[in-house]
């Protein structure tokens, strides 16, 4: 892990000064020192790690190998003195099957909430093994304010579990909830259709990111200035976040430069509230680097939903070389997009210049709580 330490007291004073022009932009700088420790495997975010596992499932499984054949029954329903959301999943006929040389079938239903698969996370009936006309008769429950429901869709799909492979679509219906009867509490049966786009595209539209970066080589200003390298981040905006409720998204960016996972190197804006395109101007510098740390380094950006119990994961964006590893270590979150490199490169390659770009918002995989 690196090691990180504030600035000294006539930065600070900087910083109060930057504050006072502006109550949309503030500018915080740590020291970045060179690589000491072994660095981090794991990340750090206490509130990615109750929706990580949802939505790196939504890449998960096996698309298209089957043909999507068959129907579900279910119902649903909304209970309004304990504010759920239920839905009675009661059986399927006809479905396809999978392992023809087995004629084996081992099906389960899973739902999720669109546009936001990752906030609400996954609801799952239990494996009925094989068979092609299982019956459940289970319950998937969400607790959810019934004004955020009426915005939602539900995808409901049904999936053959292979435990040693990867799971395999069967098919999939989709209820627009907003325009829902909610007096047919009745089974009903659907037909299963193909993947939709929507449903896959969903978790992939998050946003875009509007930043620049800049790096200040050691002594580039003028002599010893600045004494050690800058990367400064400015994130200025952020356009089409989902809209997770009639009101819009109380959203704000926090900030890391991996391997580091100290709680010296989070950084984060201010809360924008209501506001599905929310301006920050928020600026960052880091210091202490020195030119080869950036082909090692990497700025994490996330962006969340706050509300009062919990913070909800939106997406992020990596800014590094994408390599795969740091420091001569195999790291996961190395795994920039070609845009994100390309952004990192521009940067290192044009020193002291801000360099601006767009950056979609997407899943980030490989995040652990911190300690």
């Known amino acids: 892990m690196l090691r990180i330490d504030l600035l000294c007291s006539r930065f600070n004073t900087h910083v109060f000064d930057l504050q006072t022009e502006s109550d949309t932009a503030s500018e915080i700088s740590f020291q970045f020192y060179r690589h000491k420790k072994s660095p981090s495997v794991g990340s750090h975010s206490s509130d990615m790690a109750s929706v990580s596992g949802s939505v790196l499932s939504v890449y998960s499984g096996d698309f298209g190998s089957v043909d999507a054949q068959g129907v ?12 759920e959301f239920q839905i009675f999943v009661s059986q399927c006929k006809d479905l396809a099957i999978v392992d023809e040389k087995k004629v084996r079938t081992d099906p389960y239903v899973k739902t999720y909430l669109l546009p936001d698969k990752a906030r609400m996370g996954k609801r799952k009936t239990s494996v009925k093994k094989r068979t092609v006309s299982p019956i459940y008769n289970e319950v998937l429950r969400y607790k959810i ?10 995808n409901l799909s049904i999936w053959h579990n292979d435990p040693l492979g990867r799971n395999s679509f069967l098919g999939e219906i989709e209820v627009d909830l907003a325009g829902w009867d909610w007096q047919n509490n009745r089974l009903n049966w659907y037909m299963l259709k193909p993947r939709s786009l929507s449903a896959f595209n969903c978790v992939d539209h998050r946003g875009v990111m509007n930043l620049s970066i800049k790096y200040i080589p ?85 962006v969340w939903d706050h509300e009062k119990l919990t913070n909800h994961f939106l997406g992020g964006i990596r800014l590094g070389l994408g390599t795969g590893s740091s420091y001569g270590i195999a790291v996961d979150w190395m795994d920039s997009t070609q845009e994100e490199v390309a952004f990192w490169q521009e940067m290192m390659s044009t020193a002291n210049e801000w360099i601006e770009g767009s950056l979609p918002l997407r899943s980030l995989a490989g995040r652990k709580k911190l300690k």
């Not at 304010?145 to 539900?154: A, H």
Request: glycine residues 4%; proline residues 7%; positive net charge.
């Open 218 to 302: 050691p002594g580039s200003l003028g002599r010893k200035t600045p004494p050690s390298g800058e990367v400064h981040i400015w994130v200025k905006d952020i356009k089409d976040l989902p809209q997770l409720r009639p009101s819009g998204v109380d959203s704000f960016v926090k900030c890391y430069v991996l391997p580091d996972t100290s709680k010296k190197s989070y950084q984060k804006t201010r809360i924008v509230k209501r506001d599905s395109n929310p301006v920050f101007n928020h600026t960052i510098v880091y210091d202490g680097f020195h030119t080869e740390d950036l082909k090692d380094a990497c700025v994490e950006l996330t």
């Open 145 to 154: 304010e019934k004004m955020v429901l009426l915005i939602q869709k539900l």
């Open 72 to 83: 579900v029954q279910f119902a649903l329903d909304y209970d309004e003195k304990n504010r």
